[in-house]
């Protein structure tokens, strides 16, 4: 069974850092490409960040290059994203997602590019 967990988020003063983690089970993460999203409020689902398995190349929204950082520990079946100098509007749940089929990004991508996700963890970033 594909599962997806995330977990590493939490309450963060503005200027904090977190590191979220996504540990996968049931297949082996090191062959597909995982991609990050969030979703804030109201708001549309939006990429973060991919990672690619076959050339591990990596992808960024323009919001978050520079200041977020995609991943990979194969040993572990763990995709991490961590996060730098958040600011307020990054406050949202993040969700990390795979697709079993593609293990290049070439970019940062759709939700509609996605089939499996995990449950997603809440990040906020407020003084």
């Known amino acids: 069974q594909v599962q997806l967990v995330e977990s590493g988020g939490g309450l963060v003063q503005p200027g904090g850092s977190l590191r979220l983690s996504c540990t996968a089970s049931g297949f082996t993460l090191d062959y597909y490409r995982i991609g990050w999203f969030r979703q804030a409020p109201g708001k549309e689902r939006e990429g973060v960040s991919c990672t690619s398995s076959i050339d591990s190349s990596t992808y960024y929204a323009y919001s978050v290059k520079g200041r977020f950082t995609i991943s990979r520990d194969n040993a572990k079946n763990t995709v991490y994203l961590q996060m730098n100098n958040l600011k307020p509007e990054d406050t949202a749940v993040y969700y990390c997602?795979?697709?079993?089929?593609?293990?290049?990004?070439?970019?940062?991508?759709?939700?509609?590019?996605?089939?499996?996700w995990g449950q997603g963890t809440q990040v906020t970033v407020s003084s």
């Open positions: 997602a795979t697709d079993l089929n593609w293990n290049y990004c070439g970019g940062v991508r759709s939700r509609y590019d996605y089939t499996y």
